[in-house]
């Protein structure tokens, strides 16, 4: 037992050093991410004033390439957004485009300005630069803004978009900075512009988890061309919040997100859900990372405690407990606005378990070998076997009828060897082993079981605790095998011990009761029956080194034993007498 607890202290500190490293190296990463999606991604429904004007296949179509584009074409844009004589606006004109050069035509530029500086709604695009600086920390390396004229007239949102390692967007930059200067990105500046510089919201962190509102294509989407078609009302987007931005796969700005496997979304897209985000108060932080260690170290502790002083039923329960908690807890964080990790505990608690199943198995065979091999000292290997496979040790029936051969054998002259050896008794059962593994052997080599020792006597079976063809042939064989193994074991034993033993032997067969006999708090699963008696009675009529049978036994075999008739002879406790043979040779 020591030696188990041993053993299972150290396995499962070596489980929880793997479960350790696994978090800490973010092994599992790829499959955290994807699950966090099945458990977090929820869409809800895009808002209506957040719109989309897209630079799609039909724009396209109808002003040329869009590098042929002039600045002047934005102006106008901006200008018929901004054009209700009332007075009426979109609240925010976001252009998901880089203006951070001057172009080739001045007037194109100035007439850009002059559309931004006369809406007042609009915000530009620039964009962080990153790398590893020589120190090898990343970090920003340089920043490309509107050209000057522009970002003195118009706000300015960073573009950049943050992709994690399985190659899908799920986080939002909000703000990074650069040489001592904050830069903000679009949904930020969105978010100022609609509530205010000095609105409460919390910018501790670079990015958020995003939350996505909308699937591709689920926010009201028109061409860009269709700004300049005589039906267009600017007080369509009264108020609204305008993003103008790349719509179609020739631009090359689309990107996987958790809303769908196989459809990419656009850029100006993911742009539009994050503004949602952040004005629904919908913005997602992670749990601090020292807090998802604390939680992982819990769910591996707890799950081994359990492991350790549960059984398997009571761990199973504890660790569906544990995991339904982990779950509970996560999506709870994730409703106030804390993303958690949800994959790792749930591999901590099911590989604990999973080791308590394997070691409590291992554990369980080891003792069944061992205590097999204990049994074994004292009971047949095939009565084992039997026993253990088919349950029969637990078993209350009686038994069952069965024709068998049994042998008794006995040692004659070992009441004059233990008062000649009465002083040395361990040499008395160094003798008697000698004899007895002699016996045991014949019996196991001819395919019989040994069904008990009773003192300097063994018992065996032939067709009865397992079935075996050939039975009887294979117990008178069985038998002749020990008597022509008996001299060289006499000779030895003589040599030793200055004593002389030998074997007198009975072999009978037929019908017998054979099975699970004995009261309830002492079994023995063995053969009775009149068959048994007898070959006891012969086994006590034979002469030293002299195999007797019976007349059965010596008609079932006919011609494949040599055998003499030694007449009829009344044996013990039998009231009519029995004709016996003695074995003189087995062909």
């Excluded at 991604?41 to 004033?49: E, G, H, K, N, V």
């Excluded at 001057?102 to 990153?130: K, M, Q, S």
């Excluded at 006597?457 to 008597?483: I, Q, R």
């Amino acid at each position: 037992m020591k030696k188990t607890k041993r053993w299972q202290a150290i396995i499962s500190a070596a489980l929880a050093a793997v479960l350790i490293a696994l978090f800490a190296f973010n092994t599992l990463s790829f499959l955290e991410l994807r699950l966090s999606d099945t458990v977090f991604q929820r869409p809800t429904r895009a808002r209506t004033d957040i719109v989309v004007i897209g630079i799609d296949d039909h724009a396209l179509d109808t002003f040329g390439r869009f590098q042929d584009w002039g600045r002047d074409l934005f102006a106008e844009a901006i200008n018929i957004l901004n054009s209700d004589p009332e007075g009426y606006k979109p609240a925010v004109i976001l252009l998901d485009i880089l203006f951070t050069e001057h172009g080739a035509d001045p007037a194109a530029d100035a007439a850009l300005v002059e559309a931004a500086e006369f809406g007042g709604n609009v915000i530009t695009g620039g964009e962080l630069r990153y790398g590893l600086d020589r120190y090898l920390n990343f970090g920003v390396m340089d920043v490309r803004l509107p050209f000057p004229e522009l970002a003195a007239v118009s706000a300015y949102g960073m573009v950049n978009g943050s992709i994690d390692t399985d190659g899908n967007v799920r986080h939002a930059l909000l703000w990074d900075e650069f040489q001592g200067q904050s830069y903000y990105s679009f949904a930020a500046q969105v978010y100022y512009m609609i509530n205010g510089r000095h609105a409460d919201f919390v910018l501790e962190n670079h990015e958020m988890y995003l939350a996505y509102a909308g699937l591709p294509g689920e926010f009201f989407q028109m061409s860009f061309a269709d700004l300049f078609e005589d039906w267009f009302d600017p007080l369509f987007f009264e108020d609204a919040i305008v993003l103008i931005g790349a719509f179609t796969t020739a631009m090359m700005d689309m990107y996987f997100t958790p809303m769908s496997a196989h459809v990419q979304m656009n850029g100006v897209e993911i742009h539009a859900n994050a503004i949602q985000a952040l004005l629904d108060g919908n913005y997602k932080l992670h749990v601090p990372y020292s807090l998802q260690w604390v939680g992982y170290i819990a769910a591996i502790l707890i799950s081994l405690g359990a492991a350790w002083f549960l059984r398997l039923r009571g761990a199973l329960i504890v660790s569906i407990i544990v995991a339904a908690a982990h779950m509970a807890l996560s999506i709870w964080l994730f409703s106030i606005g804390w993303v958690n990790i949800v994959l790792y505990p749930l591999v901590a608690i099911a590989s604990v378990y999973l080791f308590k199943v394997i070691f409590s198995y291992v554990v369980a065979v080891i003792e069944k070998q061992k205590v097999r091999g204990i049994f074994m000292k004292y009971v047949d290997p095939k009565l084992v076997d039997r026993l253990i496979a088919t349950g029969e040790a637990d078993s209350n029936e009686v038994g069952a009828t069965r024709d068998i051969a049994v042998i008794f054998v006995d040692v004659r002259g070992f009441t004059p060897m233990t008062e000649a050896l009465k002083d040395t008794p361990e040499t008395v059962v160094e003798i008697l082993n000698e004899y007895l593994e002699l016996t045991s052997g014949s019996v196991f080599n001819n395919g019989g079981s040994v069904d008990k020792f009773i003192g300097d006597a063994t018992m065996a079976l032939f067709n009865g605790f397992v079935p075996l063809a050939d039975y009887e042939y294979k117990a008178v064989k069985a038998a002749w095998d020990m008597v022509e193994g008996a001299a060289e074991v006499n000779a030895s034993i003589k040599e030793k011990y200055g004593v002389d033993v030998g074997f007198g032997i009975g072999v009978n067969c037929g019908l017998a009761i054979v099975g699970n006999l004995g009261p309830s708090f002492r079994k023995d699963f063995t053969a009775i029956g009149d068959t048994i008696n007898t070959a006891a009675r012969l086994e006590s009529s034979a002469e030293r080194s002299q195999v007797l049978i019976s007349k059965e036994v010596r008609d079932r075999l006919g011609e494949r034993i040599k055998a003499r008739s030694v007449g009829e002879l009344p044996l013990k406790g039998k009231t009519e007498k029995l004709e016996i043979f003695a074995v003189e040779a087995v062909i």
